[in-house]
């Protein structure tokens, strides 16, 4: 038994024309290891974004095609072409992590035929998809796909940033951006954990959803005052770690900068060098693609700026911390890593211009959750 | 017996002066293990312009007092005074490094009495020094004061980045401002530990420095191909470190960019994260004080940009390291580490006009080197 169903493609032309549409695959026959899964939830990730849409303007988005099979079309401008070649003229699918019914199994995998399972690995904007068993996750009894859709990406870069701070002697974390649903379930785990969060946002809102869950360091970066703030609820939980999803301009440094204000009011004797207090500042995302800017001298010499992708983290932390933070999502599914959504929507209306335009305000906390049996 | 003599302060007032003078000062008399040296020698290092002259704008510099007490006063906007609030109405010594002739010594350190030393620790521009024993290295036998007086910093740092390689697990660097007297000491030791070194410099009298030393990759940083080479540099070597002392502007995200271009030259498929090959930028310097710029989206999620400090990395590095280091210093202190400098002035003549200013044209490598004896 075969199965045949859509995918969604994202594929760049050497003439800088990017072309979302959905094609149609046959599966193949899982291997004795392998399962096939019936898409029933497929969140539109931050992370996502960067595959499906690349660096597309939103303004030279023209849509083609039916209602059933609808194209999209964008223009790249050619200069930023370059870094992109290796993708040129490749259809890709997208789509990082969803939950569905397993309807085929290998002979080694039969155990899960017929559970739902949720899943991590790419291509799963698609009505079918074949991976390894061991890539799949069981949900709970009475979990729904929707619940387990996104029990990957979130919930383990959350938990990964908390085992990060561990790892590497911190007490205290800086969150930017913080009311993403990722950002509610760190705080969710930072009260359990009695870990000191300092959550930034841009809106009242935002800080409102976190304040709900019982945060206590929220500050809003357009307060007039938000500089002052930050260094106070830097100094007052000892902070040396930030985690931003936002990558440009100079929101970065200016965490920095607060950790190094925190540090000298305690400082006895003047540093020309600043502080040797150690702050590090990892970039998640690229909510904002525009180049960081540091302002270096404001924060001395003792301090790190890196690109942290969970990927990279799972393997450094090894199989006994994998096993660990997986099992602690399957139990807190539907408390700690509960995500929510703007509107579920079928695969088609994936590339209506109306949800693609959405991404355009991709800070604003839009996010859509793909059901592929919407049609 | 006690020993008195000048000393250059650099003092900071709440209203944004900075001056720069010559203090009397009487040093203490040695304690059991401490030593004073009559100071031969003392290099002006970009490292030292930090405490000595801030942000200060060489357009507002005033000269007065008289040709053997001159005084250098330069206006601070009040703008920037808040991150050098802690050494606002503090009388500050300079100088990380020198030599001289131990002149008295305390009872356990009667061995050094005579001896010509190299030393360390600040306060060094002044006729008079008072350390601990431990804090200088007696100059092989035949070595002037001039050829010991730079055996630190520079030393020390060249010598940091070829143990911070290997300790770190990369096999070749990138040095950026490379024709300085520190860049021809690290072209030195990596020939002689065959290490690949990708030096960027940005003048072709530069260049040819570096060459003259035996240099494979020399690179202008404003040469029109300069980008391309640089990519065909970094991947002729597999340079995944690269050391820049100049912080503020792109060339170090144009490194970190390079590096990654030479990594996808053999990538199979398409990440949109970047390629995982971990990429790593030390800053050291601040040449140019502006903000330094990362064009995050050129290079990935797999990287580090952090600040590297000499006395950071002696503390990381443990003794039996820094044993090995000092005792290579040593051995070749007139060659590996000579130094080479633009004049050799008095004490009073720092604080001369022109001396100054030619810092402010710091990264042509214009290097003064103190004399009190002199005048």
Chains 1, 2 share one sequence.
């Not at 223009?75 to 072409?81: E, Q």
């Not at 290998?106 to 698609?126: H, N, P, S, T, Y």
């Not at 809003?220 to 500089?227: K, L, N, T, Y």
């Amino acid at each position: 038994m075969t199965f045949t169903g859509r995918e969604l493609r994202t594929t760049l032309t050497e003439d800088g024309t990017l072309t979302l549409s959905l094609e149609d695959v046959t599966v193949p026959a899982p291997g004795p290891d392998e399962i096939v899964v019936r898409v029933e939830a497929a969140p539109i990730n931050p992370s996502d974004l960067g595959l499906l849409l690349g660096p597309a303007d939103m303004k030279t988005l023209e849509s083609s095609g039916t209602e059933e099979r609808p194209i999209a079309t964008f223009r790249l401008p050619k200069a930023i072409l370059g870094g992109l070649r290796p993708r040129i003229g490749q259809s890709l699918a997208v789509g990082n992590e969803g939950a569905g019914i397993v309807v085929a199994a290998g002979e080694k995998a039969k155990a899960l035929e017929g559970r739902r399972v949720g899943m991590v690995g790419g291509a799963m904007f698609a009505d079918y998809r074949v991976l390894k068993a061991r890539e799949a996750l069981p949900l709970p009894d009475g979990a729904t796909s929707a619940e387990g859709a996104a029990m990957f990406v979130n919930p383990l870069t959350a938990l990964g940033f908390v085992e990060t701070m561990r790892m590497e002697g911190h007490t205290a974390i800086v969150h930017t951006a913080a009311a993403s649903n990722l950002g509610q379930m760190l705080q969710k785990l930072c009260l359990a954990d009695g870990i000191p969060l300092v959550n930034i946002v841009r809106s009242e809102e935002q800080a409102d959803i976190l304040r709900a869950l019982g945060a206590t360091h929220v500050l809003d970066s357009r307060a007039e005052d938000f500089r002052k703030r930050l260094t106070d609820a830097v100094a007052e939980t000892g902070a040396t770690l930030a985690f931003d999803a936002i990558g440009g301009g100079d929101l970065g440094s200016t965490v920095l900068q607060a950790m190094e204000q925190a540090a000298s009011r305690n400082a006895t004797e003047y540093s020309r060098y600043g502080s040797s207090v150690f702050k590090q500042l990892y970039v998640y995302g690229a909510l904002d693609p525009s180049p960081s800017t540091l302002n270096r001298l404001a924060f001395g010499f003792t301090w790190s700026v890196s690109g942290w992708l969970l990927f990279n983290f799972l393997r450094r932390a090894g199989a006994e911390v994998n096993a660990r933070m997986r099992q602690r999502v399957v139990d807190e599914l539907t408390t700690t890593f509960a995500s929510r959504y703007t509107a579920t929507i079928g695969l088609a209306e994936a590339l209506r211009p109306d949800v693609l335009k959405a991404y355009e305000r991709k800070a604003t906390g839009e996010k859509y959750l793909i059901d592929p049996t919407r049609g």
